[in-house]
């Protein structure tokens, strides 16, 4: 029971620390049910419920973006159909965000695949597709859309984090490093990012640098997983 307990801890950390809110409930409500009402439940659901609401919040910042830099390029001439064009792409990347949250990966990248077939050059679809391959464990597709979208949008801090975390998953722990560098440039405020660059610090045994990356972790959304985490490089 023991070792099914520290497998389970073990499963929600991952999945908090790569952001897969749906898989991280799942393991949690698990875990609840092998440690129920415990303080240490308590702390992982409220991880959870920032996880979701950060998520959402960042979901609806890269929509609005979205329609924001469209509408500043529509020509004139043709802002009629590309009206059109670009409000069957916002339907579609909306509903792969659903899908996305709803666990429903692969649904979810058949949406964004009719988002590129709309809009072939908009760089959140593919950041968004890279999220829901990673899920899937295509960790190879996943960093090919996240590289397009960069050369798309270089100012795309989500896209440099997905990229780093492919990277990290195939040890490419270099690259995946200026990654998460690059990301926190265009982006302070990711705490996933601080994170992620954390753990790395950690694997190189540099273990100020990891502390001080959880804190800052911390400071943006506090959860149980990044104290432990901290707490491990004292």
């Known amino acids: 029971r023991e070792k099914q307990i520290v497998s389970v801890r073990t499963a929600i950390q991952s999945y908090v620390q790569t952001e897969q809110w749906s ?5 949690i ?9 415990s303080a240490e439940m308590r702390d992982w659901r409220e991880t959870l419920a920032k996880g979701h609401e950060a998520d959402r919040q960042r979901k609806e910042k890269a929509t609005a973006d979205l329609r924001a830099r469209q509408a500043a390029a ?6 009629d159909v590309q009206s059109g064009i670009t409000l069957l792409a916002q339907n579609a990347l909306q509903e792969g965000n659903r899908l996305y949250h709803s666990g429903k990966h692969q649904d979810a990248i058949a949406a964004y695949n009719r988002v590129l077939a709309l809009k072939p050059n908009l760089a959140d679809a593919y950041v968004f597709r890279g999220a829901s391959y990673f899920s899937i464990g295509d960790i190879h597709r996943a960093l090919l859309d996240c590289q397009k979208a960069i050369a798309l949008d270089p100012k795309q801090a989500a896209a440099h984090f997905n990229c780093g975390v492919a990277r990290m998953r195939l040890n490419d722990d270099r690259h995946a490093m200026e990654d998460f560098n690059k990301a926190i440039e265009l982006d302070d405020k990711g705490a996933s990012y601080y994170a992620n660059r954390g753990s790395l610090f950690a694997k190189r045994q540099e273990h100020q640098k990891a502390v001080d990356d959880y804190t800052r972790a911390i400071q943006i959304q506090p959860s149980a997983s990044l104290y432990l985490r901290r707490g491990d490089e004292y």
């Open 29 to 37: 409500a698990e875990l609840d049910s092998l440690v129920p009402g």
């Open 23 to 27: 898989k991280a409930e799942q393991s």
């Open 74 to 79: 529509d020509d004139a001439s043709t802002r």
